[in-house]
């Protein structure tokens, strides 16, 4: 899969910060002296912890270059890494390890916010929002348009790409037993967009992206034209010309 792109991410930039906004309002903490935004994207969540916390360092830690590249454009000021949360591991003085829509594309994350929460010092937190929207029209359709065209062979590992979130119990059974305090929640957004076209671009920069990275551009114009129309029977148009995109968002705060 080719490498994520600032730039789409961002057409979104207001409506996909704001979980990163409610995020960081459940975060317990007065103040702060490590901070680490574990995929930072472009930097806007990066942000967000630099307001919070003006007297931290801060540290962004992203895989993709193209994020990590907007990201010191944005706040030159600032620390950023590039790695692999599979592998990344925090300092022994972290107070929060932060992560918006990351863990979700990390194969079996559950093992991996286990180790990171482990690894915090008494009084640290750990913030985590995922999409929870695999079944969604915006997500289901993705897989029936892959299944039905003559890509179906191709496509077939793009399907497992990003699997569905495990249930919240699952969650609260293996996190809980770590910490001193846990909230979990589940928040449903409806983002009004511009119609079909509008949901293509939003998902274009995210879900979207194993499907139409393995075809050929005359195979991709036939996928989105079949999924775009797909989409707009599934959201219908509102009064005000526009439809309104549901997205589950699941969110956790464990204090060590």
């Not at 706040?75 to 950023?80: A, D, E, K, M, V």
């Not at 925090?90 to 286990?114: C, E, G, I, M, R």
């Not at 790409?161 to 809980?176: F, H, I, N, Q, T």
Request: glycine share 6%.
């Amino acid at each position: 899969m080719a490498d994520w792109s600032a730039q789409q991410y961002l057409k979104f930039e207001d409506q996909r910060t704001r979980p990163a906004r409610d995020l960081l309002a459940q975060v317990p903490l007065a103040g702060a002296r490590r901070v680490f935004d574990l995929g930072c994207g472009p930097g806007n969540s990066t942000e967000l912890l630099v307001a919070r916390f003006p007297n931290a360092e801060v540290v962004g830690v992203d895989s993709s270059p193209d994020m990590l590249r907007q990201a010191r454009e944005r706040l030159p000021g600032q620390s950023f890494v590039e790695a692999d949360l599979v592998e990344w591991a925090a300092p022994a003085d972290a107070d929060l390890l932060y992560s918006n829509a990351t863990f979700q594309w990390v194969p079996d994350h559950l093992p991996v916010l286990k180790r990171l929460l482990a690894g915090l010092r008494e009084g640290g937190v750990l913030a985590v929002q995922m999409p929870d929207n695999m079944d969604e029209p915006s997500h289901a359709l993705m897989r029936d348009v892959a299944r039905d065209g003559p890509w179906a062979a191709k496509l077939e590992s793009a399907h497992i790409a990003r699997a569905s979130l495990p249930d919240v119990g699952v969650y609260y059974d293996e996190l809980k037993p770590l910490c001193r305090q846990f909230d979990i929640w589940h928040t449903v957004y409806e983002h009004p967009l511009d119609g079909a076209a509008a949901i293509v671009e939003w998902v274009r920069g995210t879900g979207l992206r194993p499907f139409i990275d393995s075809l050929l551009p005359e195979q991709r114009g036939v996928y989105l034209a079949d999924y775009t129309a797909r989409l707009a029977t599934a959201y219908p148009l509102r009064h005000d010309g526009k439809c309104l995109l549901a997205f589950p968002r699941l969110f956790m705060v464990a204090m060590r």
